[in-house]
């Protein structure tokens, strides 16, 4: 197995796995590349996506959304299937945003509560956090399940990392990290940073996944406000070298202490290839 600290991680969907063939002399060896858990694609599709990524010399990690979960018959079938092609050291766990769940599991604590993860090697459990709030849950139970979370997975043993959902407020992110280590909170953080894309790409999932755009971020990243609805103007870049500047400029104003162990999770919005290439550049600056 490489090195679990990887500067970044990446992401893909089992539909857009030809993206890593693409990427793959761009990609270091041993990163980590998470698959997407998404309604409208098939176990089969995850699982050969996790085979060509181990393929490629990279480290699978399924997504295991526990409301797309049918059963917990549903939920061995899909690992037993991952272990059989892939050998995955590492998982990531989240409750998914369906409105109704598809199974008995209506979020990733009663997933973890039935033990699954016993009967596997996995070396390293991912759990999610969100900067900015979540548009569903209120903040005080995001809280009180991180926290959940964090002690069931280290009484057990487990490895455990924090993985952001991206936002587009710097300020918010720092100020959410030093919170979070105010808690005592020390393990890893990947903060979730989306990569150069069309404007409007960044606007689109933003509003499939709750994030906020603030006026500041609109007008220092490339937005527009147009007939008073905020869009990107038409081919306009997000300036993702803009946010990760003012990102890491906020990062590197905290103490140790309250930055803690803090590396990066690569939203390839704008292409695979493209964006390993940025933040490939970035990281050797």
């Keep these: 197995m490489h090195d679990i600290r990887a500067p970044y991680t990446l ?14 002399d761009a990609i270091p060896a041993g990163t980590p590349i998470n698959i997407a858990f998404l309604g409208n694609e098939h176990h089969s599709q995850r699982v050969n996506a996790a085979s060509v990524i181990r393929a490629g010399g990279f480290e699978p990690v399924p997504i295991i959304s526990s409301r797309r979960l049918r059963s ?29 769940q598809a199974g008995p599991f209506e979020n990733s604590m009663e997933l973890m509560s039935t033990a699954f993860l ?25 809280w009180d399940s991180l926290r959940w979370k964090l002690g069931f997975l280290q009484d057990a043993g487990r490895d455990v990392e924090i993985t952001t959902q991206y936002a587009l407020d710097p300020e918010s992110i720092v100020e959410w990290l030093k919170s979070l280590r105010s808690e005592g909170i020390t393990v890893p953080v990947r ?20 994030v906020n755009i603030t006026d500041d971020a609109a007008e220092r990243y490339g937005v527009a406000t147009v007939d008073g609805d905020r869009e990107f103007d038409g081919d306009r870049q997000f300036g993702a070298d803009q946010f990760l500047d003012d990102l890491t400029a906020g990062l590197n104003r905290l103490s140790n202490e309250d930055r803690g162990d803090v590396l990066f999770h690569l939203y390839p919005f704008g292409g695979m290839a493209d964006s390993v290439r940025w933040i490939n550049r970035r990281l050797a600056n």
Aim: no cysteine.
């Design 191 to 210: 903060i979730g940073v989306p990569g150069p894309a069309k404007a409007s790409t960044i606007v689109g999932y933003a509003r499939q996944f709750g």
């Design 72 to 100: 917990g018959e549903d939920r061995d079938q899909l690992i037993d299937a991952l272990f059989a092609v892939a050998s995955p050291s590492r998982v990531l766990l989240v409750g998914g945003d369906p409105d109704l």
């Design 118 to 142: 016993d009967g596997y090697d996995i070396q390293q459990v991912g759990i999610v956090a969100y900067p900015e709030g979540h548009p569903k849950i209120e903040t005080d139970i995001l």
């Design 11 to 24: 992401e893909v969907t089992g539909k857009a796995i030809a993206q890593i063939e693409d990427a793959k």
